[in-house]
């Protein structure tokens, strides 16, 4: 428990220390909003947050406040934001120009950055420091649904196969292969018997896992603790990677982390994404599959198998069932093919 403390509290510092740093490109009364909503969001949200303002304000410099820096902005300028310029800023971030970088938004993070303004007016207008909210009178950009990419069952034991043997490598990349299959079978298992997040996974040390039951310990988003299970193929993946471990006299005897990287830390994020996309690249070439399409592979499995939406944003994590009915509802339809000849309106003629 004081190992998972550790890892979360050096993450939050981290990213207060990001927040920090951004801060020079955001203007005065933003620290006030960011000490504001402290105790209602993460550092990461607040992080985000950062981030998709000073791209708001550096077109606000560029368009409206010409001659001032974001510095020399103040709540009187953010009052005179109209909604219509607010529209004209979502517009702009289909192409836009960023620290000399040209860029673009989706629809979905439009409706992310759209949503950060908004919470920034309507912050100050509770607080009373601004007399309208400008933001509050443009509506949310339209989501057009995305499909769902994941794995077929097929696909998923192709991914574990070309994991445990290195099949379709390069020489190049079965050298490096036989160091790492037994902990990428593991990661792998892990995902996709188990649906964990990416960060859940490397935030996972050995004491969190407990064979005699076939579960394990996750810290979830905002830190709240759940136990999850595994099936027994996922518990054999763990046991051959835990005991490889175990004959590895270079691991440091004060190392918690389950899921190492070759250089004996804790593997990280970047590391975990890598690993997915070498192994799906070679299985998958026309699917881009990353932890998260190794989780709604998951999810999709789960939910076939249980026919409950419930289950499965338990099991997943979700706080609202609505985003669990959001990613899997659609293969709903599978369910109600084959269900469509189970209601009988006459009895079949046996003569």
């Known amino acids: 428990m004081k190992d998972d403390k550790d890892f979360y509290n050096a993450r939050n510092l981290k990213n207060l220390e990001k927040i920090e740093y951004l801060k020079d490109e955001l203007p005065p009364f933003v620290d006030e909003y960011f000490l504001g909503i402290e105790n209602q969001t993460s550092t990461l949200t607040r992080l985000n947050y950062a981030y998709d303002l000073r791209i708001f304000f550096d077109y606000l410099i560029r368009k409206k406040f010409r001659g001032k820096t974001v510095r020399d902005l103040t709540l009187r300028d ?76 097929n696909e998923v034991a192709q991914l574990l196969d070309c994991a445990d043997t290195g099949t379709g490598m390069s020489g190049h990349q079965r050298a490096f292969h036989e160091k790492t299959k037994t902990r990428d079978v593991a990661i792998l298992s892990l995902f996709l018997g188990t649906g964990i997040r990416i960060s859940e996974l490397v935030g996972l040390n050995n004491d ?13 988003k905002g830190g709240n603790r759940a136990i999850l299970y595994f099936s027994d193929e996922v518990a054999s993946a763990l046991l051959r990677y835990m005991e490889e471990k175990v004959e590895d006299k270079d691991i440091p005897e004060n190392e918690p982390a389950l899921f190492l990287s070759l250089k004996r830390r804790r593997i990280s994020i970047r590391a975990v994404e890598n690993l997915v996309k070498k192994y799906s690249k070679i299985v998958t070439p026309l699917k881009k599959i990353s932890p998260h399409k190794l989780r709604s592979t998951y999810g999709t499995q789960l939910y076939r198998e249980t026919h409950d939406i419930y289950v499965v944003a338990d099991v997943l994590g979700h706080k609202d ?22 209601v009988k309106l006459r009895e079949d003629d046996e003569n």
Do not use: Q, W
Not at 109 to 137: C, P
Not at 208 to 219: E, G, L, P, W, Y
Not at 321 to 342: F, L
């Open 78 to 153: 953010l009052e005179s934001v109209s909604s219509t310029e607010i529209e004209r800023f979502i517009s702009y971030l289909s192409n836009y120009e960023f620290h000399g970088n040209f860029e673009s938004c989706s629809e979905r993070a439009k409706a992310r950055k759209l949503s950060t303004v908004r919470a920034l007016f309507k912050y100050f207008f509770i607080k009373e420091k601004i007399e309208v909210d400008n933001a509050a009178k443009v509506s949310m950009p339209k989501l057009h649904e995305k499909e769902i990419i994941r794995l077929e069952t």
């Open 208 to 220: 969190d896992i407990d064979f005699s039951t076939n579960s394990f310990r996750v810290t979830r």
């Open 321 to 342: 069932v609505n985003t669990t009915k959001k990613h899997y509802a659609a293969i709903s339809e599978d369910i109600r093919r084959s269900v469509a000849d189970k």
